[in-house]
């Protein structure tokens, strides 16, 4: 069923999702996007680097936290507009249980041609990961 823009409010929440992030996740996501970049894979080399740990991708933290406006508006193709600044990073510890990103989501603006403003959430320990993170989404 469609998302309408008559019925929507500004303040409308997007139902949150926790997307769980492993080691073997990061993997799989690298032979995808061809990421192959050692801090998203060895730990020694993170570590050299200053990082806390072995970190996911910034473009997979992305993608992971508009799905909760792509689930919520029933078709990727809706969104229109996407950007996002990679505030902090995602550390993905290698014990067995890994990270979780936790993205919430509401409508802040009502915008013309039957498209809203989506702010979103994303934050990983208790630590905000994206900042400016901002959705616009053309409904039915």
């Known amino acids: 069923m469609a998302i309408n823009y008559d019925e929507v409010e500004v303040g409308t929440e997007l139902p949150a999702q926790s997307f769980p992030v492993t080691r073997a996740t990061l993997v799989r996501y690298a032979g995808a996007s061809g ?10 080399f993170a570590l050299e680097v200053g990082l806390p740990d072995v970190i996911a991708h910034g473009m997979f933290t992305m993608a992971e936290a508009i799905r909760v406006v792509t689930d919520w508006v029933g078709d990727p193709a809706a969104v229109v507009e996407y950007g996002v600044r990679f505030t902090r990073p995602v550390p993905v510890p290698n014990d067995g249980v890994g990270a979780v990103i936790e993205v919430s989501a509401k409508v802040a603006k009502k915008l013309e041609d039957r498209r809203v403003q989506v702010d979103l959430l994303a934050t990983s320990g208790g630590q905000k990961v994206l900042g400016m993170s901002r959705a616009v ?3 039915a």
């Open 35 to 44: 990421d192959f970049n050692p801090i998203h894979w060895n730990e020694k």
């Open 137 to 139: 989404v053309r409904l």
